[in-house]
């Protein structure tokens, strides 16, 4: 670590543990959960590498992490940002072969986020890159496209069509355009009319739009015809339990994201006992713990093809220089055309 620095630029976290509200993604000024800082630049423990941020990215679970509404309490003084793209300057005992690969990364809990000149992790939560992967696909390359993959993977077991909400997200896109590759029916649920016909393109068998009275009608019709199984849900309100009512036997609603702070009210008890419906959640964080290796390199590897040649893009909005975030972020968020990404 003799040639690092002493110390480096990084968005702090200003809250600490839990805030015990859910107000979903949306932020008004970061002002109120982050501040720039100098701090030293981390050392690297055993099993994990130092790297040397090129750019990451800024996901819901970011904003969900920094209002102190995630799955893991936030550490007050520690850098914010859990994915991104780096090469590895330095490493613990144990991560040696890691030093100088240019790697997708996600910030293990307790290590030093991505919103930084530098970032530790353990070495298990990086994937050495192929050259003919960008930066900022290489950047936004963990967290939705394994999700993307495990999740669709879990509808192609249950039937030929499958449900997604917010579908002009990234990972929607990604869900749609893979359950098209693999032969399925995806039907898409999106707010804005604009966007059904690039979903359309994109390989949607149907693209409902939630503002449309119309909607649930429209959407009983399609699930006679087309028998999906399995809703994978990140919007998680009263219009999703509407749509997961209207499914047929055996319906599983997946909720993995709350975009929205409306809270759903269960109407049809009685579709749990006598048409064995289900609600679950779906967290990558789990499925990272629970997959066998083999399993993980084997998806890791088909994600990096998918990129590579183009089947799959990460559509970037804003690119924020690492000392606008504090001031830039919450206007960047509000274009929801794509991802935010954040360069040092
Ligand atoms: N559980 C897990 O392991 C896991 C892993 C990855 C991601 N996620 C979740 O997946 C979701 C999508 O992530 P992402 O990175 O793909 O997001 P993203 O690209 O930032 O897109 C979010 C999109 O959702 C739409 N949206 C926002 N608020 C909405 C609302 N109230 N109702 C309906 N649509 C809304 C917006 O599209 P329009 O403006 O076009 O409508 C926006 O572009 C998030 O909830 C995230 O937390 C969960």
Redesign the pocket.
């Known amino acids: 670590m003799s040639d690092l620095p002493q110390t480096m630029f990084a968005v702090l976290q200003t809250g600490d543990g839990y805030s015990g509200r859910f107000d ?2 949306a932020i008004e000024d970061a002002a109120d959960y982050l501040e720039g800082a100098e701090v030293p630049v981390p050392t690297p423990g055993p099993g994990q590498v130092l790297i040397k941020v090129r750019v990451s990215s800024v ?3 970011d904003l ?1 992490f920094i209002k102190g509404e995630y799955g893991q309490p936030r550490l007050k003084g520690n850098p914010a940002g859990f994915e991104g793209c780096g090469d590895v300057v330095a490493a613990g005992e144990g991560a040696e072969g890691m030093m100088g690969q240019r790697v997708s990364f996600v910030v293990a809990q307790g290590c030093s986020g991505a919103w930084a000149d530098y970032a530790t992790t353990m070495a298990m939560n990086c994937i050495p890159l192929r050259p003919d992967v960008s930066d900022e696909d290489g950047a936004a390359q963990i ?2 496209p394994l ?1 993307a993959m495990a999740m669709v993977d879990m509808a192609r077991q249950a039937g030929e069509s499958f449900i997604v ?2 579908a ?5 896109k990604l869900m749609i355009s893979l359950g098209r590759d693999l032969g399925l029916k995806p039907i898409a649920i ?3 009319e604009e ?1 059904v016909t690039a979903l359309k393109e994109m390989g949607a068998a149907e693209v409902l739009v ?1 503002t449309d009275p119309n909607m649930s009608e429209a959407f009983k019709t399609i699930s006679r015809e087309l028998k999906p199984r399995v809703f994978l849900d ?2 998680s ?1 009263q219009m999703s339990e509407q749509i997961f009512a209207a499914m047929p036997n055996g319906a599983r609603w997946v909720t ?5 702070e409306e809270l759903p009210k269960l109407t049809q008890m009685g579709q749990f006992i006598f048409m064995g419906k289900k609600i679950e ?5 789990n ?1 990272m713990r629970n997959t066998p290796p083999a399993d993980q390199i084997r998806v890791v590897g088909e994600v990096q093809a998918r990129f590579a040649d183009g089947r799959w893009k990460t559509d970037v909005s804003t690119r924020l220089a690492l000392r606008d975030v504090v001031s830039g972020l919450a206007e960047a968020t509000k274009k ?4 935010v990404m954040i360069t040092p």
């Open positions: 979903g993604p996901n819901p679970s969900h967290v939705n999700t909400s917010a002009t997200s990234q990972l929607g999106v707010r804005r966007a939630s990140c919007v309100d993995y994201g709350k975009l929205t959640g779906f967290w990558l964080t499925w929801t055309d794509g991802k």
